[in-house]
């Protein structure tokens, strides 16, 4: 009789190259997920900006001055405040009636900017004065802005007024 001579199972360089592979496709796929979350949480904060802004501007047109706090264009204007996507991280967005300290009872808010903090790589937004906003309660500090049409036009001062003798 011949002696035959069967090949049952791997070697084990097959099987560490398997595992290789194997391991090497994992971690690629799991960093495109937390990619893709990111950028869906981004998304949804840019979006929640834009809406913010766009109920802010109507505010606007109907008072003739910004709110000194975003809450008071709900529920004319919107139906509730949208939050982060991770709020219970701390997060929220930031609102800043501008000039500071100025209040909706005297008309006197002329700008505003609204900030929030990104998870990827969304940097973009207009106003700069966001670094300047604490948008985390833990930490970090807001890196993407919307701001109203008049926020790059300088404020305009009233003309003092004439002193009659």
Do not use: W
């Not at 949804?44 to 008071?72: F, G, I, N, T």
């Not at 991280?89 to 903090?117: E, H, M, W």
């Amino acid at each position: 009789m011949k002696n035959i001579k069967l090949h049952l199972g791997f070697t084990l360089v097959e099987l560490l190259i398997a595992i290789s592979i194997v391991a090497i496709l994992t971690t690629v796929g799991a960093r495109l997920y937390l990619n893709s979350v990111e950028n869906g949480l981004d998304s949804k904060r840019v979006k929640d900006l834009e809406s913010l802004k766009q109920a802010l501007e109507l505010y606007h047109q109907s008072s003739r001055s910004y709110p000194s706090a975003m809450s008071e264009v709900v529920p004319k204007y919107l139906d509730s405040l949208p939050q982060d996507p991770k709020i219970s991280t701390g997060r929220n967005y930031q609102y800043k009636a501008l000039p500071v300290n100025c209040t909706t009872d005297a008309r006197d808010c002329s700008k505003f900017i609204i900030c929030a903090k990104t998870d990827g790589n969304q940097t973009a937004g207009v106003p700069t004065d966001c670094n300047l906003v604490t948008c985390n309660s833990n930490s970090g500090d807001c890196n993407y802005g919307v701001a109203s049409n008049e926020y790059d036009k300088p404020f305009i001062l009233p003309s003092p007024t004439p002193v009659s003798k």
